[in-house]
């Protein structure tokens, strides 16, 4: 190789290698600080594309998880006031069941008529206050639906149960009272009628309630793995990078070397002119 004044292909060498060392250390430098391998489409657009896409799916599960732990609150509110329903209807019971008696005198009788009067007009209160983010399972007909995956299309139903006086559940009339032997004896089958309806709306409430329960379990563990799936594909690791920094910084030390000595070439030829 000849020796020239005007170019140093030692520097030149030297320069495109420190080059190539600084760009190394600028990517492991970049995964140490962002902890990701890929944390742009630049380092790799279709891993980037893949874990964008993921991304959306996870986030779109957000709103699915809200939307069934609405459902499920507006289910177990609905479940706790049914609940309390049937206790009044097991009260009841007991109160047409002692009124029944033909022995009563009439103050006894109408002390009987006056709490079950009340018991009664307890179950219109409990239905009134069953109210969860605008949803009342017992009041209306109208069923509470839930997202169930991130398109959309596919939903969970829970149906209302409605346990009004003198409805389909609740046979028992706003004009019901056990004030004679008779309307007492009466009032007993029809109490007993509306404790089985509720017992039974009570069921398909619950079945409900473990339905969203169960679909929110899986949503989760869903919304979990996309996670570390997405983690596998672009996450740096850590240990590795902080290996390979401290190497290229050692090359980029010995870099700088070769091209002190690359650059000290031109000048040596000034001792052929002495």
Same mark, same amino acid.
Request: net charge positive; no cysteine; hydrophobic share 40%.
């Given at each position: 190789?000849?020796?020239?004044?005007?170019?140093?292909?030692?520097?030149?060498?030297?320069?495109?290698?420190?080059?190539?060392?600084?760009?190394?250390?600028?990517?492991?430098?970049?995964?140490?600080?962002?902890?990701?391998?890929?944390?742009?489409?630049?380092?790799?657009?279709?891993?980037?594309?893949?874990?964008?896409?993921?991304?959306?799916?996870?986030?779109?599960?957000?709103?699915?998880?809200?939307?069934?732990?609405?459902?499920?609150?507006?289910?177990?509110?609905?479940?706790?006031?049914?609940?309390?329903?049937?206790?009044?209807?097991?009260?009841?019971?007991?109160?047409?069941?002692?009124?029944?008696?033909?022995?009563?005198?009439?103050?006894?009788?109408?002390?009987?008529?006056?709490?079950?009067?009340?018991?009664?007009?307890?179950?219109?209160?409990?239905?009134?206050?069953?109210?969860?983010?605008?949803?009342?399972?017992?009041?209306?007909?109208?069923?509470?639906?839930?997202?169930?995956?991130?398109?959309?299309?596919?939903?969970?139903?829970?149906?209302?149960?409605?346990?009004?006086?003198? !409805?389909? @559940?609740? =046979? /028992?009339? $706003? %004009?019901?009272?056990?004030?004679?032997? +008779? &309307?007492?004896? !009466?009032? @007993?089958? =029809? /109490?007993? $009628? %509306?404790?089985?309806?509720?017992?039974? +709306? &009570?069921?398909?409430?619950?079945?409900?309630?473990?339905?969203? %329960?169960?679909?929110?379990?899986?949503?989760?563990?869903?919304?979990?793995?996309?996670?570390?799936?997405?983690?596998?594909?672009?996450?740096?690791?850590?240990?590795?990078?902080?290996?390979?920094?401290?190497?290229?910084?050692?090359?980029?030390?010995?870099?700088?070397?070769?091209?002190?000595?690359?650059?000290?070439?031109?000048?040596?030829?000034?001792?052929?002119?002495?």
């Amino acid at each position: 190789m000849s020796t020239s004044i005007n170019t140093n292909v030692a520097a030149m060498l030297a320069i495109q290698n420190l080059n190539r060392t600084s760009a190394d250390l600028n990517v492991s430098q970049n995964r140490i600080s962002t902890g990701q391998k890929v944390s742009s489409a630049k380092d790799n657009g279709a891993i980037f594309a893949i874990a964008q896409n993921q991304r959306g799916s996870s986030q779109a599960l957000n709103a699915v998880r809200e939307s069934l732990q609405r459902g499920q609150s507006a289910v177990d509110v609905a479940l706790s006031a049914g609940e309390t329903i049937s206790d009044l209807l097991v009260q009841m019971k007991e109160k047409a069941l002692a009124a029944s008696d033909t022995q009563l005198n009439t103050a006894s009788r109408d002390a009987m008529a006056s709490d079950f009067a009340a018991l009664r007009d307890q179950i219109t209160k409990t239905v009134n206050n069953a109210s969860f983010n605008g949803f009342n399972l017992l009041k209306n007909a109208t069923a509470i639906t839930a997202l169930a995956d991130e398109t959309g299309t596919s939903k969970l139903t829970v149906s209302s149960q409605v346990m009004a006086l003198g !409805g389909s @559940i609740v =046979t /028992v009339q $706003t %004009s019901t009272t056990v004030g004679t032997q +008779a &309307l007492a004896a !009466g009032a @007993i089958t =029809t /109490v007993n $009628t %509306s404790l089985k309806n509720v017992s039974l +709306a &009570l069921s398909k409430l619950g079945t409900g309630s473990k339905a969203l %329960s169960t679909h929110l379990n899986f949503v989760n563990k869903l919304q979990d793995a996309i996670d570390a799936g997405i983690g596998n594909i672009v996450d740096a690791d850590l240990a590795k990078e902080s290996a390979k920094i401290q190497a290229l910084q050692t090359k980029q030390q010995l870099g700088f070397q070769a091209l002190s000595i690359a650059n000290q070439g031109p000048s040596s030829l000034l001792s052929l002119f002495r």
